[in-house]
């Protein structure tokens, strides 16, 4: 059996859409599934969408993903070049060779012009500026399979005579595609359905040369609701917004995997996977036609998943950036945090108590569960001081059995005191962790002065 090869071509453009992403997840999974090879080439033949350094965010994007390729620019291949417009020669040798076979014409016409005669005047290579187009059947029809969609059959007078290399030499995106997809040895070409109806031109060509078809797998496109596609303007269309809003890489790549694709078998309820379990569950069955409607609610929901699957080293290590530098045990606090936090910008607004309490009436006290008001919290606090201070280790063990023994000899709930604790501690209602975490947190003396402040402001 032939190796099975896949590639993702993006353009360098500064961005990664999810939609192109997860192109090239399908690509990679469908690769690994099959023990086959996952190609990088990079698509730069139109000039004038060039962005520096924009090469990098494709290389960078894929590395975070964990979309390791095994041929492409960086790291070569038995088919080197991978970046299209070092490639810029042979596009044009073969346009030239479909002249000669009478499948492609010189055009002269002007951009925009829509009464070209071109195609039937067989130019010679003109002297002033041209483009070569596709020259392609105006009757009949042109069918292929594709694995997702089936038998696809397009009239073949909505087919154009498609420009293959333009007016300052370099070839169109489609054109370059074939071409390299035929000298990669490419064998399932997977891409978004937009490409569908396209298809049909891609396949004359190869028709033309004489080659061997590959397989497709066209995708469902990702769709912000019934009718609209996941824009950029949206502010969410990109690898890049999710990672600054704090979403975990394996948690999109998760989430978007599971756009357009469901797991089968065993697997069929699943909704968590890490990318390895990924590509052993893979395959083209699973595919669904219609389009995908991305859900942010269930993207939220897989990443916070994914937040507690992580080690504590991990998580700390994630959430440090969003808690920044204070003199607290990190420890403690990220242990409090990992099991309150669905995506790592939700720290921020929990730690703002961090560098100082957060501004509160003395209102705040009062709470009918643990039966606290200011008047009972004066007290509670002024006894918590004392304990505090008589306490050596300041572990939470040590804290809280020294508050139990508070409390009973009271007659109280330990919550009569740590309600109000927590308040004079962080200013705050809901805290990440109890009275007593904060406590250890802060350590004695930090602990010690919020509480004394506090106590003055009663
Ligand atoms: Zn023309």
């Not at 994914?306 to 969003?322: G, W």
Request: aromatic letters at 10%.
């Amino acid at each position: 059996m032939k190796q099975i090869r896949t590639r993702f071509a993006p353009s360098p453009t500064g961005f990664m859409h999810l939609g192109n992403l997860r192109t090239a997840l399908y690509a990679w999974l469908y690769s690994k599934n099959n023990n086959g090879s996952f190609i990088l080439r990079v698509e730069d033949t139109d000039r004038s969408r060039y962005v520096e350094g924009a090469i990098d965010v494709i290389y960078e994007t894929l590395k975070d993903c964990g979309l390791s390729w095994d041929e492409g620019p960086d790291v070569g291949g038995d088919y080197a070049p991978y970046i299209q417009s070092e490639r810029k020669d042979s596009y044009m040798e073969y346009a030239l060779k479909l002249i000669e076979k009478g499948d492609a014409y010189y055009c002269i016409c002007p951009p925009d012009c829509d009464t070209c005669t071109c195609r039937d005047l067989k130019l010679e290579q003109p002297s002033q500026p041209f483009v070569i187009r596709q020259k392609s059947p105006k009757d009949g029809s042109t069918s292929f399979k594709d694995e997702i969609y089936g038998e696809i059959t397009v009239d073949n007078k909505e087919i154009e005579d498609q420009i293959l290399i333009k007016s300052d030499g370099m070839p169109t995106y489609n054109f370059a595609n074939v071409i390299d997809d035929h000298f990669m040895n490419i064998t399932h070409i997977i891409r978004g359905n937009e490409y569908l109806t396209s298809t049909p031109k891609y396949n004359l060509l190869y028709e033309a040369f004489g080659w061997e078809l590959p397989a497709y797998i066209h995708v469902p496109q990702i769709m912000r609701d019934a009718t609209h596609k996941l824009s950029k303007r949206d502010g969410d269309a990109y690898f890049g917004d999710f990672k600054e809003k704090g979403y975990l890489t394996s948690a999109i790549i998760n989430y978007i995997a599971l756009l357009g694709w469901s797991p089968k078998g065993g697997d069929a309820e699943r909704e968590i996977f890490t990318l390895d379990e990924l590509a052993r569950a893979f395959g083209t069955d699973g595919i669904s036609k219609s389009p995908a409607i991305f859900d942010s609610e269930k993207m939220r929901a897989i990443n916070a998943e994914h937040i507690r699957r992580l080690s504590p080293e991990q998580f700390k290590e994630a959430a440090i950036p969003y808690i920044g530098d204070h003199p607290v045990n990190y420890d403690i606090l990220c242990a409090a945090l990992q099991p309150r936090t669905e995506v790592l910008s939700d720290i921020t607004a929990q730690v703002d108590f961090l560098k100082e309490p957060c501004a509160y009436t003395p209102e705040l006290y009062y709470n009918k569960k643990m039966k606290t008001s200011p008047d009972t919290a004066r007290s509670a606090l002024n006894e918590a001081l004392g304990v505090l201070k008589s306490t050596e280790s300041f572990t939470k063990d040590e804290l809280y059995s020294a508050f139990k023994l508070l409390a009973e000899e009271n007659a109280q709930k330990p919550g009569y005191y740590l309600y109000p604790l927590q308040i004079a501690l962080t200013g705050k209602p809901a805290a990440p962790g109890g009275g007593l975490d904060i406590c250890v947190m802060f350590g004695k003396e930090e602990s010690m002065n919020r509480i004394g402040k506090a106590i003055e402001e009663l």
